[in-house]
C-alpha cells in the first residue's frame, strides 16, 4: 500500500511539474517568466535531430525588447547543412512577445545545444494480433 501511495504522490507531482513548465505570454509578468518562455518556445520549435545526423548543433539567437529575432549564429554544425538550414528556419520564423513592460533588458542572447533523439522501433509481438 506504501508503495501504492509513493508512486500515486511522484506521479502527481512529476506530472504537476509538466503542467507548471508550460507557461502561456499572457502570463509572462517578468524576466524570469519571459526567459522561461523563450527556452519553451525555442525547445518547441527546433527540430529534433536523428541518428542520421552525426553531430548535435549548437547555435545563438539574440531575441531584440520587441521580440524579434536579431541574429542567428550556428556555433558548431550537426554535419548535415539540410538539418541546421531546417533548424535556422524554425527559429528565424519564431514569433515571440516584445519583453515585459518593466524589463531593463535590451536583447537576450540565447546559447541553444540540440538534444540528439534517436527514433528507435522496437518490434513487439501482440497475441492474437495479425500483421
Do not use: C, W
Request: glycine share 4%; charged share 25%.
Amino acid at each position: 500500500m506504501k508503495k501504492i501511495i509513493s508512486l500515486f504522490f511522484t506521479l502527481v507531482l512529476t506530472v504537476g511539474l509538466a503542467i507548471a513548465a508550460d507557461i502561456h505570454p499572457d502570463n509572462i509578468k517578468n524576466d524570469t517568466d519571459y526567459t522561461n518562455y523563450v527556452e519553451q518556445v525555442l525547445f518547441e520549435r527546433t527540430p529534433t535531430a536523428f541518428s542520421y545526423v552525426k553531430r548535435q548543433i549548437k547555435y545563438k539567437v539574440v531575441i531584440g525588447k520587441d521580440g524579434k529575432i536579431q541574429s542567428y549564429e550556428v556555433l558548431d554544425p550537426s554535419g548535415s547543412d539540410k538539418y541546421d538550414a531546417k533548424v535556422k528556419d524554425a527559429i528565424t520564423s519564431t514569433v515571440l512577445p516584445a519583453f515585459p513592460k518593466n524589463t531593463k533588458m535590451k536583447s537576450l542572447t540565447f546559447t541553444y545545444d540540440v538534444e540528439k533523439r534517436v527514433n528507435v522501433k522496437i518490434p513487439v509481438s501482440v497475441p492474437g494480433l495479425k500483421r
